[in-house]
């Protein structure tokens, strides 16, 4: 069984400061790792993935990833919060097999 | 061009009417799933079909009833509506070759009064 854990159902952040929302994961193989942005009334936008090569995975819009095995975990970071990132993020795990399970999302504010 | 399509965007209808919300992706995936979103922004999965074929049915009442009429479309069917229907509905695609990265549709909200 896999399954994804988002820390934080809200993070606040000043603009221009870093931006880091957790996630860990739990996956009896290899996993694929995703993290999406959903705007407001849109669907979800992939921001970046984890496909089993580089660890440290860059995305969309200056945010990154990195794949930590030891620690189970595929946090997200952006250097410098700009207001246009305040939105839902959600991190997913799939196990190879087309089934996508995803966090239950962490709103990103940025306050100016 | 849409990459995934769904309509319509909005639906409000009444307790125990029959709906149905169609979904078309022009990506050329073999897999296109449907999620259900609720107000607090958990998504679930609630179907997931390869090349027309059934793969992951969850644990969905069977008032909701997915039908794909070719790989391009799914289409998803609801009798009875009820108030716990109200929710945002994603039609979303994928292919396994390219990493599972899944494409979403813009949503339909379905309001069941």
């Known amino acids: 069984a896999q399954s994804v854990t988002q820390l934080g159902s809200h993070v606040s952040v000043s603009e221009g400061a870093l931006v880091l929302l957790r996630c860990n994961y739990s996956s009896s193989v290899p996993p694929y790792l995703f993290w999406y942005v959903q705007y407001p009334n849109q669907g979800l936008q992939l921001l970046l993935k984890?496909?089993?090569?580089?660890?440290l995975v860059k995305g969309i819009n200056g945010f990154e990833a990195e794949f930590k095995k030891s620690e189970t975990s595929f946090h997200l970071t952006k250097p410098s919060a700009h207001m246009s990132d305040a939105a839902e993020y959600f991190c997913?795990?799939?196990?190879?097999?087309?089934?996508?399970?995803f966090g239950i999302g962490t709103k990103l504010q940025v306050i100016p | 061009d849409t990459a995934v399509s769904q309509t319509p965007k909005y639906l409000v209808t009444q307790m125990g009417n029959d709906k149905s919300i169609k979904c078309e992706q022009n990506?050329?995936?073999?897999?296109m799933y449907w999620y259900k979103q609720d107000s607090k922004k958990f998504l679930k999965i609630m179907f997931s079909?390869?090349?027309?074929?059934?793969?992951i049915n969850e644990t969905v009442p069977n008032r909701f009833s997915p039908k794909s009429p070719d790989k391009a479309h799914l289409n998803l069917h609801i009798n009875s509506l009820e108030l716990g229907d109200s929710a945002v509905y994603f039609c979303?695609?994928?292919?396994?070759?390219?990493?599972?990265?899944?494409?979403f549709g813009p949503g339909t909200r379905l309001t069941v009064t």
């Open positions: 997913a795990v799939s196990d190879r097999h087309q089934k996508v399970t």
């Open positions: 079909y390869n090349n027309k074929e059934l793969i």
């Open positions: 979303a695609s994928s292919q396994e070759t390219s990493g599972n990265e899944q494409y």
């Open positions: 984890y496909t089993s090569a580089a660890t």
């Open positions: 990506l050329g995936h073999d897999t």
